[in-house]
């Protein structure tokens, strides 16, 4: 079956400009994760979903950073005044969780931002 | 604090050269442990996992991996490395925090690695 798709691949965009990403989980996964991986660098966690509501945000660097799930499916990762520091790539991830974890985050191919 | 610490930035093997790369970890309780790679331009495939039971874990594309409790340590080893498996390999920890289900992955930094003929 499919897997996590993202879109868009690229996004390039000025300083001080409001971006939208978007992540489509895998069919049926509950749950779904926003990462951000600066260059040479592992991904770091952003926010998790479980279902339409955020079971954890602790990972969102401020408020400028907001996502939203409001289906329980595709879900949108939203940055206000974008600065040259928020230029990295955008993965996101979805599982089917079960009580007691055990479960596998699947990765999409990301969304590379690009803060000019 | 919890962290994860891959030691190795870069690690250059020759084509069919055994390989491990190392990764240890800081977690309160047993974590869940994954290894991840990750190709110039692609997304993260997982290789392998640990969550519990024995602790060797057999993955994809002929890799392993050993949980060791005493060294907080989860290497990774492959006994022939192929030129196509060059790539970033990733370290991840996760733990669940109880009745809640789903969590973060905290991932190393990564190690590169190099295959040369």
């Known amino acids: 079956g499919a897997g996590v798709s993202q879109t868009p691949s690229n996004k390039v965009t000025e300083k001080g ?4 990403l978007r992540c489509d989980p895998i069919s049926g996964h509950t749950a779904l994760y926003w990462y ?26 401020n408020d400028r950073f907001f996502a939203v799930r ?9 940055i206000q005044r974008t600065e040259r520091g928020d230029s990295a790539v ?27 | 604090a919890q ?6 930035i870069h690690i250059t093997v020759s084509e069919g050269a055994s390989l491990e790369l190392r990764c240890n970890y800081s977690y309160g309780a047993t974590p869940y442990l994954f290894w991840y790679v990750q190709s110039p331009g692609q997304g993260l495939q997982l290789l392998l996992k640990y969550f519990s039971g024995d602790t060797l874990v057999q993955g994809i594309k002929g890799f392993e991996a050993e949980f060791k409790r005493s060294q ?3 290497n990774l080893r492959k006994p022939s490395v192929h030129w196509s498996d060059a ?5 991840a920890v996760g733990a669940n925090a109880g009745p809640a289900i789903g969590y973060a992955l905290n991932f190393g930094k990564g190690t590169s690695l190099l295959v040369t003929p």
């Open chain 1, 90 to 116: 955008y993965l996101c991830a979805s599982s089917s969780p079960r009580l007691g974890g055990r479960d596998t985050q699947y990765f999409g191919p990301g969304t590379r931002l690009t803060v000019l």
């Open chain 2, 3 to 8: 962290s994860v610490t891959q030691p190795d």
């Open chain 2, 87 to 91: 790539a970033e390999y990733f370290c």
């Open chain 1, 70 to 78: 409001p289906e329980g499916s595709v879900s949108t990762l939203k």
């Open chain 1, 36 to 61: 951000r991986q600066s260059l040479g660098q592992g991904p770091e966690f952003l926010i998790y979903f479980q279902g339409t509501g955020a079971a954890d945000d602790s990972g969102l660097p």
């Open chain 2, 72 to 74: 907080s340590s989860f």
């Open chain 1, 17 to 20: 400009k409001y971006v939208e």
